[in-house]
Nanobody, 125 residues
Framework: QVPLVESGGGLVQAGGSLRLSCAAS????????MGWFRQAPGKEREFVAG????????THADSVKGRFTVSRDNAKNTLYLQMNNLKPEDTAVYYC??????????????????WGQGTQVTVSS
């Protein structure tokens, strides 16, 4: 088991910003590509953003491109998601997830081995 702990969620007005963090422990953080997913009530879990092992490659879902930015600090074993210009449709539980060692970014939840417990993001209109 590889603990991943998200933080930084909360309630924000439309147009506001939040920064999510995901702290990893128990392994070499830089061995794995990481991803952010979200799940709204009644909907499937969807890919938000992914980042390669050393942060040189990032990808974002079209729905968040230009507003959200994924990054990582391997020295701090931490993954981030900067979310700007938030919209009510961004309301969801946000999860960080880890790929297996030396695997690349994957857009499907099934491609991830370890998951955090999730953090709620609520955007009011």
């Amino acid at each position: 088991q590889v603990p991943l702990v998200e933080s930084g969620g909360g309630l924000v007005q439309a147009g506001g910003s939040l920064r999510l963090s995901c702290a990893a422990s128990g392994r070499t953080f830089s061995d794995s590509a990481m991803g952010w997913f979200r799940q709204a009530p009644g909907k499937e879990r969807e890919f938000v953003a992914g980042i390669s092992r050393f942060g040189d490659i990032t990808t974002h879902a079209d729905s968040v491109k230009g507003r959200f930015t994924v990054s990582r600090d391997n020295a701090k074993n931490t993954l981030y998601l900067q979310m700007n210009n938030l919209k009510p449709e961004d309301t969801a539980v946000y999860y960080c997830a880890s790929r297996g060692p030396y695997e690349g970014i994957n857009y499907s939840p099934e491609g991830y081995v370890y998951w955090g417990q999730g953090t709620q993001v609520t955007v009011s209109s």
